[in-house]
């Protein structure tokens, strides 16, 4: 007879090892199938290789018959000791007789077993009460990251600071107080966030992804609350101020696509071919609804997010090879595309210089506008788009001389020159290029320090990430972290030359309400992550 086996908050084996894990209420792997979860009372049955979900208050094992020596002309018998599962005990019980002859799983299984429903915890006191918002677990452990709200605090701050460096010699620099009332109410969304169980957002992922869907929509320019600036139509009127729905729509479909792969199997290519579809429509979407705006460099921030949220949950090698593919094809397009653009300036040019007139505009089947091209050209080219630097190129010419000048230690604070006398546009030094005024100010040694705090930022969410004890959680952590690192990397690759400018700011330091109050909520989800991750209601 075999010794007794008891089911405590962890087993490691059960006759021959084929029962894998059990944690907190959750057996993660089953021999022969798929990962399985128990999650609020609420267990799967196992048959012929397939779970079927069983009401909360049913229960019942059928263990696959790997799992016994195969030798003996009976199945042994051993005992199941008590264990808690809120608060219910399981009695204990005996496994019946099996022939070995005939392989049916139904005639190998134990007894069917009831338990009593457990009661639902309420999102009130899941949220408000003080045992889901004490800060120390029951060991003594924090239940509170520090790491990434030391960082944004220290990034606010030096945002503000040089939000009014690079307003300080203008008359109407008092963009700095506006950007103190954006991060003071992001502070307030980011205490909320962290303090609610992330997992209620699964329930609500659909109402917040329609929300975002929404606000783009709103954007039309058939749309009464429609604002366009700069020649585009990004913003919309709430009476008070003006917002970007774009934002919004990152959060939501960040969420929405975490909670399509956390509740989906996702394998081989042609097993996950639905889920894909899925998640597929669900960024496509929005990137189309803002592409449409035109804001190409926003809509670049989704295909990043989406492959890492594909590679975490260990989809197929062969897709990722296949999307490299479509990737240099639809590279190659686009660079054909830029090439005639760029014939097209050189004839218009020569033919000015001759006296002729060429008229028309470039046309092409990609929905590219010129602006957009002279951009890339701008930077693959700058000579071609603007051959004396005074149009096109100029603030990117002029955030590399900021960068450059900077030196080891900078030149110090409300001392730069680009900024302070006007080469580097007002309208973009104190958003878009902040970090050229950062670079020239305090030189090497000050964006040194900028760029580690991103870098601590991202590697902490990573982290976080692999804290989580399930997948949307996962999901969500990294999906914010790939954010950040996206829009941290481009916006400083452009000021020093390394990408094209897209228009893409850089959390926390830019100034900006909308963006600054989604950087705030996005980082309030990896703290709800952080603090929630070994909640299993």
């Not at 307003?167 to 954006?182: E, L, P, R, V």
């Not at 889920?275 to 429509?281: D, I, R």
């Not at 090439?339 to 929905?367: D, F, M, N, V, W």
Request: aromatic share 14%; net charge positive; proline share 5%.
């Amino acid at each position: 007879m075999q010794p007794p086996i008891t089911w405590e908050t962890s087993i490691e084996l059960l006759t021959g090892g084929k029962v894998r894990r059990w944690e907190g209420g959750k057996v993660r792997r089953l021999e022969g199938g798929k990962v399985r979860r128990w999650e609020g009372g609420k267990v799967g049955r196992w048959e012929g290789g397939k779970v079927i979900k069983q009401p909360p208050h049913l229960i019942t094992f059928h263990l696959p018959l790997q799992t016994f020596n195969l030798h003996t002309s009976n199945l042994p018998t051993f005992y199941l000791h008590t264990c808690y599962l809120h608060t219910c005990y399981l009695p204990t019980f005996y496994l019946h007789t099996c022939y070995l002859h005939t392989f049916y799983l139904p005639t190998c299984n134990l007894p069917t077993f009831y338990l009593p429903t457990p009661n639902p915890v309420s999102h009130y006191r899941r949220i408000f009460s003080k045992q889901y918002q004490r800060l120390l677990y029951p060991g003594g452990e924090l239940r509170f990251d520090y790491i990434n709200p030391l960082c944004i605090l220290l990034l606010c701050g030096i945002g503000v600071l040089f939000i009014y460096s690079a307003q300080f010699s203008h008359a109407d620099g008092g963009d700095w107080k506006k950007q103190i009332f954006w991060i003071t109410l992001g502070l307030g969304a980011y205490g909320v966030i962290g303090s609610i169980n992330y997992k209620i957002f699964l329930e609500y992922a659909h109402f917040i992804y329609l929300a975002g869907i929404v606000g783009l929509l709103l954007t039309n320019e058939h749309s009464p609350i429609s604002v366009e600036m700069m020649g585009a139509r990004r913003w919309i009127d709430v009476g008070i101020t003006t917002v970007q729905p774009t934002e919004g729509a990152k959060i939501g479909t960040l969420i929405m696509a975490a909670s399509l792969l956390a509740r989906s199997e996702i394998g081989t290519v042609r097993d996950s071919l639905w889920a894909l579809t899925k998640v597929a429509f669900v960024f496509l979407l929005p990137m189309l609804l803002i592409f449409l705006q035109p804001d190409l460099g926003s809509s670049l921030v989704f295909p990043p997010m989406l492959f890492a949220l594909l590679y975490i949950s260990r989809l197929s090698e062969k897709f990722f090879l296949s999307a490299f593919v479509i990737f240099a094809i639809a590279l190659a397009i686009l660079g054909a595309d830029i090439y005639g653009y760029s014939q097209h300036i050189e004839k218009q040019r020569a033919a000015e210089l001759s006296g002729e007139t060429i008229t028309g505009e470039y046309s092409s089947l990609l929905p590219i506008r010129n602006y957009q091209r002279n951009r890339i050209l701008t930077f693959v080219a700058p000579d071609v788009v603007d051959p004396s630097g005074t149009g096109a190129s100029w603030n990117a010419n002029q955030a590399k001389i900021s960068a450059a000048t900077g030196g080891v230690t900078g030149k110090g604070l409300f001392k730069g020159t680009q900024a302070q006398l006007g080469y580097l546009p007002q309208a973009v030094a104190h958003n878009d290029f902040i970090f050229s005024v950062i670079a020239e100010e305090t030189g090497f040694l000050g964006s040194a320090f900028i760029v580690g705090l991103f870098c601590l930022i991202v590697a902490n969410g990573i982290r976080i990430a692999g804290l989580a004890r399930d997948r949307f959680g996962m999901q969500l952590a990294v999906g914010v972290s790939v954010l950040f690192l996206v829009h941290f990397f481009i916006n400083i690759g452009m000021t020093i030359g390394i990408t094209p400018i897209t228009g893409l700011p850089l959390p926390f330091l830019s100034y900006g309400g909308s963006f600054v109050l989604s950087c705030f909520i996005l980082q309030g989800l990896v703290q709800s992550v952080y603090r929630y991750r070994k909640d299993f209601s």
